[in-house]
T-cell receptor, first 116, second 110 residues
Framework: NAGVTQTPKFQVLKTGQSMTLQCAQD?????MYWYRQDPGMGLRLIYY???????DKGEVPNGYNVSRLNKREFSLRLESAAPSQTSVYFC???????????????FGAGTRLSVL | SQQGEEDPQALSIQEGENATMNCSYKTSINNLQWYRQNSGRGLVHLIL?????REKHSGRLRVTLDTSKKSSSLLITASRAADTASYFC??????????FGRGTSLIVHP
């Protein structure tokens, strides 16, 4: 059982380049999330998807777009990367609002992104 | 913005000692969670305590919750070198989406 899988693990971009971070979960969870983690800042929510077909902004959505492709997959796109987007990105999933353990999140291993 | 704030920011102890870290939050919550993050890895859920619970145990972990003081503590008993990690509290304010604090970095020296 793989849980939450993120690709790629590492990426270096030049300012202005675009890229998509991929995330897939195999736990049949309804909700999925994208976070960024910066030193001293903890985890900050970028976007989330409460259920298939819905997406909502989190705390720091500027410069990002997301797609909930199906129940398993939730991608994060940087259209024009900036040095301020250098960070570690985590995808997470949870059973969702209607589940008993709705609040518990399961995380991927992260994508380490550097924007030069 | 962070709801929970962990204290201390960093903790260094010897193997076998107990480690205690605290989390304070600002608004009423439905539940509080603790997560662990090993270096270079994703967060792993440790324990969830509901607002109507005062104490919860899981193996060497003991979590307390004081809603009157808006605070929680995580105690790791008989620490091991493998417990070296960052520990985060996460609170919810009515939605099912937790808000994470900045974390406590724990180093356990063998």
């Amino acid at each position: 059982n793989a849980g939450v899988t993120q690709t790629p693990k590492f990426q270096v971009l030049k300012t202005g380049q675009s890229m998509t971070l991929q995330c897939a979960q195999d736990m049949n969870h309804n909700s999925m999330y994208w976070y960024r983690q910066d030193p001293g800042m903890g985890l900050r929510l970028i976007y989330y998807s409460a259920s298939e077909g819905t997406t909502d902004k989190g705390e720091v959505p500027n410069g990002y777009n997301v797609s909930r492709l199906n129940k398993r997959e939730f991608s994060l796109r940087l259209e024009s990367a900036a040095p301020s987007q250098t960070s570690v990105y985590f995808c997470a999933s949870s059973p969702g609002a209607q589940a008993i353990a709705k609040n518990i999140q399961y995380f991927g291993a992260g994508t380490r992104l550097s924007v030069l | 913005s962070q709801q929970g704030e962990e204290d201390p920011q960093a903790l260094s102890i010897q193997e076998g000692e107990n480690a205690t870290m605290n989390c304070s939050y600002k608004t009423s919550i439905n539940n509080l969670q603790w997560y662990r993050q090993n270096s270079g890895r994703g967060l792993v859920h440790l324990i969830l305590i509901r607002s109507n619970e005062r104490e919860k145990h899981s193996g060497r972990l003991r979590v307390t919750l004081d809603t009157s003081k808006k605070s929680s503590s995580l105690l790791i008993t008989a620490s091991r070198a493998a417990d070296t990690a960052s520990y985060f509290c996460a609170t919810d304010e009515g939605s099912y989406i937790p808000t994470f604090g900045r974390g406590t970095s724990l180093i356990v020296h063998p």
